[in-house]
């Protein structure tokens, strides 16, 4: 048996790498096909490219080394099934239960050693990016910004640009939209313009040219005003960006860039102030409720008597209850708040747990894909596991939308993907067993 399973590891091994780096090499290749024209006559050092794309590589791996289990296992099994040797080994008494048991326990050592990457190294990767960014935007600003798409480059607008110039500070056919909560609303169209920061770095200075601007207010829609203007300056607090290479303690870490560990002690932090926010509805509630009834036993015995005042307290208690209501909506609102950054950070933690299981999922689903396939071959390989890991990742992608809408539990959005791989890996396993005995006999 020890020669058997050398044998199929050895059988493994070639195709899972080859999987690997390939899928590697399209998802870099891809990368850097969309950000192309964002690295080139920005004046950007190579070396900074090339560092800016290796980190970039990190999470591309968390998402190879599934579906490269995934090709490996299902062109192994099916090469072994089209050459018969499937037919020998179970003619000389082994089941497909043992013959998958070298595959499943390298899916187990790839799950623990992803775990271990997506806790220690893809955070500081992301971390170490998200810095490296930040360096790029601060030296060239329009780095920053997407010819023909919106960017959220600085808080509170909304930035369209549709071309870019070459020393990185010059803009062509520039469209803004304010995105502040306020009655106004204000769009800022520029023939051309130039983007900049001051010396000190603390501001962003945006300098707009031929260009119009449309105002109208929510409170009467019928008052809608265009300024035309030929030069017109906007700026703006520079926070979050900054030259030299920072030291790496400068930028607060997101969601992607913390541990298990890390976003599991941020989530309790959510969930203990959503759940303190409920209480204090609760508590706001009751003592309004109660001091409403207070108010009302004291003004029942003077309505017969005086009129005015029974009016005059009327007029309080709804000024009361207008107060106790407002106060119930800030709550409600940092209640949300709370819950929904709750699911957004054990979203994240879920998610580096449910990958890396992948790891061990895909073995048993690419087992009985391999043996049905009936023939190998690294094409058919990939195109099968293509197919059942876009499955895989749109059930993920749906979990993580129906966690972030609250509908679902983070954990149970995180783990659907696995369970629906797992129940139809597990069935198809039995089934294909099930064939080779009945065929055996």
């Known amino acids: 048996m020890k020669i058997l399973y050398r044998y199929i590891l050895k059988e493994h091994v070639g195709p899972f790498f080859f999987a690997f780096f390939t899928i590697l090499f399209v998802f870099t290749l891809q990368f850097v096909t969309r950000f192309f024209d964002r690295f080139v006559g920005k004046g950007l050092e190579f070396f900074v490219v090339v560092e800016l794309i290796v980190l970039q590589i990190a999470w591309m791996v968390v998402l190879a080394a599934p579906m490269a289990v995934l090709i490996a296992t299902l062109v192994v099994f099916g090469n072994l099934t089209n050459s018969s040797e499937i037919t020998v080994m179970r003619a000389g008494g082994l089941s497909l239960y043992r ?63 549709r071309e870019t110039g070459d020393d990185a500070e010059t803009l062509k056919g520039i469209t803004i939209y304010e995105t502040k909560e306020d009655d106004d609303k204000t769009v800022i169209t520029a023939e051309r313009g130039s983007i900049a920061f001051t010396s000190d770095y603390h501001y962003l200075i945006l300098t707009l040219f031929d260009g119009q601007m449309h105002e109208l207010r929510e409170e009467d829609s019928e008052e809608y005003r265009i300024t035309t203007f030929d030069k017109h300056r906007y700026v703006f607090s520079s926070t979050g960006y900054g030259f030299e290479r920072t030291d790496g303690n400068e930028i607060r870490r997101g969601d992607r860039e913390l541990s298990a560990k890390q976003l599991y002690a941020v989530g309790l932090q959510f969930r203990e102030r959503s759940n303190d926010a409920k209480k204090h509805i609760s508590d706001v509630v009751s003592r309004e409720q109660e001091t409403i009834n207070k108010q009302r036993d004291s003004v029942e015995p003077a309505i017969a008597s005086v009129t005015g005042y029974t009016v005059e307290k009327k007029a309080q208690a709804l000024q009361q209850v207008e107060k106790m209501l407002a106060r119930i909506d800030r709550e409600i609102d940092h209640m949300e708040r709370s819950r929904d950054m709750y699911n957004k950070y054990m979203v994240e933690f879920h998610k580096k747990y449910a990958l890396s299981f992948a790891c061990t999922i895909f073995v048993l689903v690419g087992v009985p894909l391999g043996v049905l396939a009936k023939r190998g071959g690294f094409g058919v390989g990939a195109g099968l596991s293509l197919l059942f890991f876009v499955s895989y990742w749109s059930l993920l992608i749906m979990g993580e939308e129906l966690s972030d809408r609250s509908l679902l539990d983070p954990g149970i959005a995180m783990w659907i993907a696995n369970a629906v791989m797992l129940l139809i890996g597990t069935i198809a396993l039995i089934r294909v067993s099930g064939l080779a005995i009945g065929s055996g006999r």
């Open 99 to 161: 013959l998958i048991v070298p595959v499943l326990l390298a899916g187990v050592f790839l799950t623990v050693l992803m775990e271990r990457f997506n806790n220690i190294v893809l955070p500081e990767a992301n971390y170490q990016a998200k810095q490296l960014l930040r360096d790029i935007t601060r030296a060239k600003p329009s780095f920053g910004l997407t010819e023909n798409a919106f960017s959220g480059l600085v808080d509170g607008y909304s930035i369209l640009v």
